[in-house]
T-cell receptor, first 114, second 113 residues
Framework: NAGVTQTPKFQVLKTGQSMTLQCAQD?????MSWYRQDPGMGLRLIHY???????DQGEVPNGYNVSRSTTEDFPLRLLSAAPSQTSVYFC?????????????FGEGSRLTVL | GQQVMQIPQYQHVQEGEDFTTYCNSS?????IQWYKQRPGGHPVFLIQ?????EVKKQKRLTFQFGEAKKNSSLHITATQTTDVGTYFC?????????????FGPGTSLSVIP
């Protein structure tokens, strides 16, 4: 099993450019989510999804779009990148439900916006 | 919305000393999870606590869930250099019929050999 796969691992953008961070999981997890990690801020939830066609906002959704057309994939789109979006992004998935256990994380995507 | 806080933010210990990090939620949690992130790595699940007052051990690590299910702690006995990393607690914030997972800011542990 590959688990949670994120691409790209590294990306440099100019302000105003758009891009998509890809996330795929092969564990048939209903729940998928995106976090950003900044020094001293921990992991902040951007968007999450509890199944195909269902997405919702997390703590810091502004500037990001998501969609969930399949169970396996949950891409994160930056429509007009800003330097404040320089961060490490993690995709994570798990089974849905209140006490269903661990989040499985991808290896992260490091984004720099100049 | 729900807030999850952790203290301390940083901890430097001599190898062999004990270490404790504390986690507090602004709301009652149905469960709490702990994760470890090594420098340059991704968070890795350590454990989940569900019951009020629950205590679980993993070798030198002891996890507790408070009686009110609003706080938790992770204690490491006799730290080793392999314990270096950031420890996060996380809890579900329930929205209608499903929940999202909110993380605390983490405690970064350094171990001096």
């Amino acid at each position: 099993n590959a688990g949670v796969t994120q691409t790209p691992k590294f990306q440099v953008l100019k302000t105003g450019q758009s891009m998509t961070l890809q996330c795929a999981q092969d564990m048939n997890h209903e729940y998928m989510s995106w976090y950003r990690q900044d020094p001293g801020m921990g992991l902040r939830l951007i968007h999450y999804s509890v199944g195909a066609g269902i997405t919702d906002q997390g703590e810091v959704p502004n500037g990001y779009n998501v969609s969930r057309s399949t169970t396996e994939d949950f891409p994160l789109r930056l429509l007009s990148a800003a330097p404040s979006q320089t961060s490490v992004y993690f995709c994570a998935s798990r089974l849905q439900g209140v006490n269903t256990g661990e989040l499985f994380f991808g290896e992260g995507s490091r984004l720099t916006v100049l | 919305g729900q807030q999850v806080m952790q203290i301390p933010q940083y901890q430097h210990v001599q190898e062999g000393e004990d270490f404790t990090t504390y986690c507090n939620s602004s709301t009652t949690l149905s469960n709490i999870q702990w994760y470890k992130q090594r420098p340059g790595g991704h968070p890795v699940f350590l454990i989940q606590l569900v019951k009020s007052g629950e205590v679980k051990k993993q070798k030198r690590l002891t996890f507790q869930f408070g009686e009110a299910k609003k706080n938790s702690s992770l204690h490491i006995t006799a730290t080793q250099t392999t314990d270096v990393g950031t420890y996060f607690c996380a809890g579900p914030e329930k929205k209608t019929s499903y929940d999202k997972v909110i993380f605390g800011p983490g405690t970064s542990l350094s171990v001096i050999p």
